[in-house]
């Protein structure tokens, strides 16, 4: 499935006077501008994003200046195994790390494209809504050793198709590894490149920039976010219950790519034979990550195992009920089916069904307090948890000489 282009208009002017040149160039006859045509054929449903750009090189990378720069180390080392050790704290990894220590920091300069669009996509899809559809079938039945047959209605969800087209203005900002050889977190890179400041960032000087340059494959991978971003909020956008053959065009406003020489911290840390890597990018607000450290007893286990006794604690205090329930339904039973009398077993089956509806109305009563006393310990554990928690973490701080930590800073962000 294509796109129809046709009539090309000119990105400069708006001109439809245009013309093919070479190599998927075009030229407008009006203002003289060439831009480049790059059809690109998704898969999953989505096909032909075309890129224009209009500039007089080849390609996205080469129509648009790259600005080198180097991001500057705003924290100490210190402050990186302070704000390590409270990430772990909130990681709720054992007690037993902060009886460990942390390995000699390590600072690694990445290499990191930042890449910037403002686009504007044109966007064609097949939008389905369900609904219920009532249809009739026919069925066979026996009746005294007679086969017969009696309509029978049924429903089924069907789906409607609807064409939709539309357009969405946005802003994408992505980041790749410029060298394949390096571990590059991008969720904790941006978390500190959105906090960070103007003045964090130092320009190179000319001769400086010359060392640098954007590879293919990290402005392959950058095309590929942007494409992801742009699919994703395509998808978000639309209604209805099913989407499919979802056709989009991008249109390049404005655009920007950076090289940023980044530093970044990394440290690591031992425990039951295992190393676990921590690390941040020490510009901005500075989040920590790294390797997850399994806790069997985490305060989210503890608790879930509390939680998990209120069906056998409900169970527990309404028994009597459920087997006089379940001993009156069973006479009901036997009674109609030994001594047929209808009085008495219409009889035993009321009373089954009045005991029913006692025992279910006791069991939502019951559920509901102990499911509050269990809320209660939960609170009182939590508490309790967190102080013993930051206790640990404490000691190990003010064992090297660094502030200590508060509650809200190792509480869930």
Avoid at 174 to 203: G, M, P, W
Avoid at 397 to 411: F, H, K, N, P
Wanted: some cysteine.
């Amino acid at each position: 499935m294509a796109i129809d282009v046709k009539p090309l208009e000119c990105p400069q002017c708006g001109s439809v006077e245009t013309e093919p040149s070479s190599n998927n160039r075009w030229v407008c006859k009006f203002c003289g501008t060439s831009f480049l045509l790059q059809p690109r054929v998704e898969t999953q449903n989505v096909y032909n994003e075309n890129h224009y750009y209009y500039d007089k090189d080849d390609s996205p990378s080469k129509n648009k200046s790259c600005i080198i720069a180097r991001i500057k180390t705003q924290y100490p080392q210190s402050e990186f195994i302070r704000q390590a050790w409270i990430g772990l704290a909130q990681q709720d990894a054992p007690f037993q790390v902060f009886q460990s220590d942390f390995s000699k920091v390590d600072l690694v300069e990445h290499q990191v494209v930042v890449d910037y669009a403002s686009v504007t996509l044109n966007y064609q899809a097949s939008i389905g809504y369900d609904r219920e559809e009532s249809y009739t079938v026919y069925e066979t039945y026996n009746e005294n050793g007679e086969e017969k047959q009696r309509a029978v209605t049924k429903t089924r969800t069907v789906t409607d198709w609807r064409p939709m087209q539309g357009n969405i203005e946005l802003n994408s900002t992505v980041a790749a590894e410029n060298t394949s050889n390096l571990y590059f977190d991008d969720d904790l890179f941006r978390a500190s490149y959105n906090s960070a400041e103007e003045n964090d960032i130092a320009f190179l000087t000319e001769e400086e920039e010359k060392k640098y340059k954007v590879s293919d494959s990290a402005l392959e991978e950058v095309s590929k976010k942007h494409e992801q971003y742009y699919e994703n909020m395509i998808s978000s956008s639309l209604p209805g219950e099913h989407q499919k053959d979802i056709t989009y065009s991008t249109l390049t406003k404005e655009s920007s790519t950076s090289l940023l020489l980044t530093p970044e911290y990394k440290t690591t840390v031992a425990l039951d034979g295992k190393t676990y890597t921590r690390r941040a990018f020490p510009f901005g607000k500075m989040p920590t990550g790294g390797d997850e450290i399994p806790n069997p007893e985490s305060l989210a286990s503890q608790l879930e195992k509390k939680r998990s006794k209120i069906p056998r604690l409900v169970w527990g205090k309404n028994k009597p009920l459920y087997i006089a329930s379940i001993l009156l339904i069973l006479l009901s039973v036997i009674l109609s089916l030994v001594v047929r009398q209808t009085f008495l077993t219409v009889a035993a089956f009321l009373a089954a069904l009045a005991l029913f509806i006692v025992t279910w109305v006791a069991e939502v009563k019951t559920h509901r307090q102990i499911g509050t006393t269990i809320e209660a310990e939960c609170a009182t554990i939590t508490e309790e948890y967190r102080k013993k928690q930051l206790s640990y973490l404490n000691e190990k701080l003010r064992s090297l000489g660094m502030d200590s930590a508060d509650i809200s800073d190792i509480e869930e962000e």
